[in-house]
T-cell receptor, first 115, second 115 residues
Framework: DTAVSQTPKYLVTQMGNDKSIKCEQN?????MYWYKQDSKKFLKIMFS???????INETVPNRFSPKSPDKAHLNLHINSLELGDSAVYFC??????????????FGPGTRLTVT | AQKVTQAQTEISVVEKEDVTLDCVYE???????LFWYKQPPSGELVFLIR??????QNEISGRYSWNFQKSTSSFNFTITASQVVDSAVYFC????????????FGTGTRLQVFP
């Protein structure tokens, strides 16, 4: 059973195009995240949604727009792709209960290559 | 500001050697959470352990053990009798207590275990 799934796994596209990455979790979690991992393996959060509400919005270009249609899904749409957007994008999910922080479970990642 | 430092960029060992991966963190929160994740060559991020700031007990899980010391702000990870399958990048991460707190990752330590 796949816990956190992402599609597509690989995405190769040209500069200026618009693309979307989809994420779904079947863990019953209420919080979902998008992370970017650069070529040096540095992981940084981009967005976080709790019960479909945006709670973390890092300094990310407006070209990136997350959308959470329900608690189990968090999609990432990227407009006008640039070379610097090339990276691996990870979706993650976790439970969130008051001041107890649970671990995040990550999807397999989407390797985006912009040419 | 929160920060996680993994000073060891890369470690190489021969199978069956013990190896310790260091993690030093900085935070002003009195309640915080520490995590370790493994990223094997296949690319996924695998959760290994979560620790909260009030629980300084060391943890052992098979060949893996973790040493949490608040006095030195460290949360080190030891693999006993390493195996080739342990080869991966290991990330230490830190989070505050609130749902809006980001999970801050260290830069990772690449462990290579040679047969």
């Amino acid at each position: 059973d796949t816990a956190v799934s992402q599609t597509p796994k690989y995405l190769v596209t040209q500069m200026g195009n618009d693309k979307s990455i989809k994420c779904e979790q079947n863990l019953g979690h209420d919080t979902m995240y998008w992370y970017k991992q650069d070529s040096k393996k540095f992981l940084k959060i981009m967005f976080s949604y709790n019960n479909k509400e945006l709670i973390i919005n890092e300094t990310v270009p407006n070209r990136f727009s997350p959308k959470s249609p329900d608690k189990a899904h968090l999609n990432l749409h990227i407009n006008s792709l640039e070379l610097g957007d090339s990276a691996v994008y990870f979706c993650a999910s976790s439970l969130s209960l008051g001041q107890f922080r649970y671990e995040q479970y990550f999807g397999p990642g989407t390797r985006l290559t912009v040419t | 500001a929160q920060k996680v430092t993994q000073a060891q960029t890369e470690i190489s060992v021969v199978e069956k050697e013990d190896v310790t991966l260091d993690c030093v963190y900085e935070t002003r929160d009195t309640t915080y959470y520490l995590f370790w994740y493994k990223q094997p060559p296949s690319g996924e991020l695998v959760f290994l352990i979560r620790r909260n700031s009030f629980d300084e007990q060391n943890e052992i899980s098979g060949r893996y053990s973790w040493n949490f010391q608040k006095s030195t702000s460290s949360f080190n990870f030891t693999i006993t009798a390493s195996q080739v399958v342990d080869s991966a990048v290991y990330f230490c991460a830190l989070s505050g207590p609130d749902n809006t707190d980001k999970l801050i990752f260290g830069t990772g330590t690449r462990l290579q275990v040679f047969p």
